[in-house]
């Protein structure tokens, strides 16, 4: 395993920690990191979501991710407050572990710079 690997594992284990602490409850993966996104993304609290709705939040936040890479631009809200994202950047062709990869790359910047949580592994030297 590379180190950047090795760093970003720990570094999502430390954001999963995170949002255990938070809410009490530990997303049990990449898409419960991104259905939290997308619920706060859209901004109407905590609620039923329907089995479209909750895959819908799922497009919201990968959305919101791979905007801060400059491939996504919000275009706005629907009448009922959902947002709605355009492409603006084709994105590269990448096989499953990289996709995951990028999400949860994006996903630890996302909590750091809303939560101004850290979560990168400290250097041994600055412990």
Do not use: T
């Amino acid at each position: 395993m590379f180190k950047r690997d090795l760093d970003l594992e720990r570094s999502w284990q430390a954001l999963l920690n995170h949002i255990e602490e938070s809410l009490g409850k530990r997303p049990k993966d990449l898409n419960g990191v991104l259905f939290l996104i997308g619920v706060q993304e859209l901004g109407q609290g905590h609620r039923y979501f329907s089995k479209e709705e909750k895959q819908d939040l799922l497009h919201i936040a990968i959305c919101k991710l791979l905007s801060l890479a400059d491939y996504y631009q919000l275009d706005g809200l629907d009448q009922d407050g959902w947002p709605h994202w355009r492409l603006i950047k084709k994105l590269p062709h990448f096989d499953l572990l990289e996709q995951e990869k990028l999400l949860k790359i994006h996903a630890l910047e996302y909590f750091e710079a809303e939560y101004n949580w850290n979560l990168r592994p400290q250097s041994p030297e600055s412990i």
